[in-house]
C-alpha cells in the first residue's frame, strides 16, 4: 500500500520552462514534506520543505505547494537548468514516520 | 559542511555472510537511518537511531540489525546476507526536529553503499 506516489516516473521539459514535479499522499498523520534530489552514484540532496500550517514555501527557483484537502504536494523548479535533471523525490512524515516516493527521473532537455 | 561516509562504495558478499556497513557522520547529529533503494521502489526506511544504544525498526527491518554505540557511526548489520538484500543502502543523519521527532527535519544522505549478494 503506498502511502506516497509520484505516479510519473519520467519528466522532461525544455530548458528555461518550468517543471512541474507530483506528489500524492494518502496518510492524514503526515504533516511535514520533504523534498529530495538525487544524482547517479550520490546520495541525495535536500531541497525544499513545507510544513502543513503553511500552502507555499519558496527558495529560489524552487517552490513547493500542499495542498491539505487533496492530499497533494508539488514542486515548481522555474527556470530549469541543465543542472536540474536527477531523480526527485518527495517525503512525507508524521507520527514518528517518513515514507519517500519512488522517485521522478527529471530530464531537462536543451 | 555535512558529511556523511559510507565505509564502502561497492560491496560483493555470499550468501549466508555476515555483512556489516559502517556510516559516520561529522555534524553532532542526535538521529542516523538506513534506507535501501531499489528500483521502482524508492527509499525505504530500515532502521534509525535517536540517540546513542537506541533504535527503531523502520518499514522494512526483517533480516537486518543496527548498532549505535557512539553517537557519530551508525551500523547496519545483515546477520545472514541473502540475494533479496542486493541493494544501494544509504544512510543519513539530522538534527531533531522541532517537536523533537527524529523526522521532521532534513537528512543529509552519505554516498550509498552498493552491496551484491551472490
Known amino acids: 500500500d503506498q502511502q506516497v506516489k509520484q505516479n510519473s516516473p519520467s519528466l522532461s521539459v525544455q530548458e528555461g520552462r518550468i517543471s512541474i514535479l507530483n506528489c500524492d499522499y494518502t496518510?492524514?498523520?503526515?504533516?511535514?514534506f520533504l523534498w529530495y534530489k538525487k544524482y547517479p552514484a550520490e546520495g541525495p540532496t535536500f531541497l525544499i520543505s513545507?510544513?502543513?500550517?503553511?500552502d507555499k514555501n519558496e527558495d529560489g527557483r524552487f517552490t513547493v505547494f500542499l495542498n491539505k484537502s487533496a492530499k497533494h504536494l508539488s514542486l515548481h523548479i522555474v527556470p530549469s537548468q541543465p543542472g536540474d535533471s536527477a531523480v526527485y523525490f518527495c517525503a512525507a512524515s508524521g507520527d514518528d514516520k517518513i515514507i519517500f516516493g519512488k522517485g521522478t527521473r527529471l530530464h531537462i532537455l536543451p | 559542511d555535512v558529511k556523511v561516509t559510507q565505509s564502502s562504495r561497492y560491496l560483493v558478499k555470499r550468501t549466508g555472510e555476515k555483512v556489516f556497513l559502517e556510516c559516520v557522520q561529522d555534524m553532532d547529529h542526535e538521529n542516523m537511518f538506513w534506507y535501501r533503494q531499489d528500483p521502482g521502489l524508492g527509499l525505504r526506511l530500515i532502521y534509525f537511531?535517536?540517540?546513542?544504544?537506541?533504535?527503531e525498526k523502520g518499514d522494512i527491518p526483517e533480516g537486518y540489525s543496527v548498532s549505535r554505540e557512539k553517537k557519530e557511526r551508525f551500523s547496519l548489520i545483515l546477520e545472514s546476507a541473502s540475494t533479496n538484500q542486493t541493494s544501494m543502502y544509504l544512510c543519513?543523519?539530522?538534527?531533531?526536529?522541532?517537536?523533537?521527532?527524529?523526522?521532521?527535519?532534513?537528512?543529509?544522505f552519505g554516498p550509498g553503499t552498493r552491496l551484491t549478494v551472490l
Open positions: 543519513a543523519s539530522s538534527f531533531p526536529g522541532a517537536s523533537g521527532s527524529p523526522v521532521y527535519n532534513e537528512q543529509f
Open positions: 496518510n492524514s498523520m503526515f504533516d511535514y
Open positions: 513545507i510544513s502543513s500550517i503553511k
Open positions: 537511531s535517536y540517540d546513542v544504544k537506541m533504535k
